[in-house]
Nanobody, 115 residues
Framework: QVQLVESGGGLVQAGGSLRLSCAAS????????SGWYRQVSGKQREMVAG???????NYADSVKGRFTISRDYAKNTVYLQMNSLKPEDTAVYYC?????????WGKGTLVTVSS
């Protein structure tokens, strides 16, 4: 089993920055993918950013140039640095890991961007 705990969400003004963290614990043997998704109430969850085991990163078009995903392998933590935040970035952000072929989700952290 793998447990994921997100932190770093909160309220920020448009143009501001936040850094989300996701600490993984448990049976972390082979992480093939880790990333961040977000969901607005009433809408589908969407991928924001991800990084695979080879270090390749991908981003949603809406966040390219503003968000950066990174991993600290020693700490089993993945980060999402979010800059130039916009009101449309408001959502619950979920951490997502694929470990040994199994998918795991965190419980989410709320990010609210005021205009």
């Amino acid at each position: 089993q793998v447990q994921l705990v997100e932190s770093g969400g909160g309220l920020v003004q448009a143009g501001g920055s936040l850094r989300l963290s996701c600490a993984a614990s448990g049976s972390i043997v082979s992480v093939t993918f880790s990333g961040w998704y977000r969901q607005v109430s009433g809408k589908q969850r969407e991928m924001v950013a991800g990084v695979n085991s080879g270090g390749n990163r991908n981003y949603a078009d809406s966040v390219k140039g503003r968000f950066t995903i990174s991993r600290d392998y020693a700490k089993n933590t993945v980060y999402l640095q979010m800059n130039s935040l916009k009101p449309e970035d408001t959502a619950v952000y979920y951490c997502y890991y694929v470990v040994s072929g199994m998918a795991y989700w965190g419980k989410g952290t709320l990010v609210t961007v005021s205009s």
